[in-house]
């Protein structure tokens, strides 16, 4: 009972900002971390390979360690010194402090390394540094309250009080948030232009403290912000079309994305509704059909804040075409800063849409003899290797890796599956042909040649299209000493697969590339 009564005086503590005291604050030279506690579902830390659980009751953590909420995980951190951070679910950070003097000043430099949402309430303690690095930006903080997210490869931040400054690692451009205002940092490493701050952002933060009034979301409240989405006013929402046991995951995938951009929306009543209750509701209708391998996908809203009806389609396979044509609508109803936000999160996604780099795989045969596979494995590497060397001229054009699928049957599906598993937006096919031909001369014992075809695939419209095709003109290498083992192949096709890669025109094939996006 002492401890039930401890934890939830804890818990008071934290919730009305009264987090040490004086004498803690006045200490803060002293390194240690800090404790974690959960609010709700199940978090751990990690120290040297070893988990721990974290409960209601503070559990210390401290340098190197490493905290991890799940789905549902919510923890807060209470740092030694003053300073909170609140998890949001699906998030970890690496935890590094390092004690450093100055002259007589012993300073606390401390580092979250950041994979998801937190948000940070961080007092101005001229003997403590604080920064939020993501694996594409870094977050300076002086005292002030932010949100800072990791997701789809983008940094988002948004400042609630004081100042926050948010700079890119990969271009080294930064810029200060104000109270009030958001930024990203693109997956491509670009600042974009600051926008008002999205209460999106705050999503899973409603433990924090109250709930998100317009004054909250503009930044210009002493009290901390919690949910807030484009209309305040809950509203029903209903998926229909013959999708049988799928509906369940329809549902599950649209339903976070209206209410992150369009409207909060309640759970069904287990009895459902009246036809009353219908009436008088707000509610959007989520309507799906298939024709042939194009999903159809519709949202209209009823007595909504928001006036949405829309529709799209995409040609990708299960779940992910429902989600493609559900952003698809999204990004085609709003305005134009719910537009840039969509597309800061989805951009590898939404393809046609939204201005992003070119993800650039490349595809050969799958071969059911795995001897020939073998045979063809370094040949193809030579390949590869003449596609990287030009890629890395191109600015805008990213390589993300080789696959292997079947050619025979269902080329075409086999290919967007395998796209859609590695966040490819664009591809080229490679077909290559191969004869030895035994020839002997007075100086040669044959020939091997080779015929290399390129055929460039990308999304387009919803769906893969073909965009063109490319063809390296015929080569041949003659071959002083015969033989008929697996290592003469290999070597002599090493060699002309070489060969191919020095004769294609470079400036051709990056146009060949290029011409993807």
Known sequence: MFRTKLTRLFQI?????MLLSHIEIASAQSTGGGQAQLVEGRAIIVRQGKEMEIDSYPLDFKDQDLIQTFDKGKVHLTLKGGDVIFLAP????????KLETKGLVKIINRTLKLKGRLLARIQRNPETKIQIRTPNAIVGVKGTEFVVEFLSKATNVGTLKG???????????????????????????EVLPITEFSGELMQDFEFAGESMSEKDSAGKSDSLPSVQSQSKEECYLFVSGDIGEEKSVVDQIVRPLIGSFVSPLK?????????????????YDVSINKVGETLN????????HTPFNGLSKSSRTFPENVRHSTLRVLHNELNKSIKDEICSKYSEILVDECPQNQNLMVVFNKYSDSNLGNLMKEPRSNLV????????????????????????????NNLKRMMDKKGSNSSLVFTTEWDFQKQETSMWKGFVSMTVSIESYSFKDGGLIKVGS???????????KWGDSSSFKKKNLQRITKKVSQKWSDSEMKNFIQSNN
């Open 470 to 480: 490319y063809s390296i003109a015929p080569q041949r290498i003659p071959i002083r």
């Open 13 to 17: 503590v934290l919730l009305s900002g």
């Open 297 to 304: 996908l519709s949202i209209s809203g009823q007595r909504t």
């Open 385 to 412: 290797s003449g596609v990287v060397s030009l890629v890395e001229t191109m600015e805008s054009v990213d390589f993300i890796g080789i696959s292997e699928i079947d050619f025979e049957n269902n080329f075409q």
């Open 90 to 97: 699906k998030t970890e950070i690496l935890f590094e402090e």
């Open 163 to 189: 100042i926050v400054n948010l700079s890119s690692l990969t271009t080294g451009d930064s810029i200060d948030l104000e109270a009030g205002t958001m930024s990203s940092v693109s997956a491509s490493g």
């Open 267 to 283: 759970e069904d009543p287990v009895d459902g509704l009246s036809q009353s209750e219908l009436n008088s509701s707000c509610y």
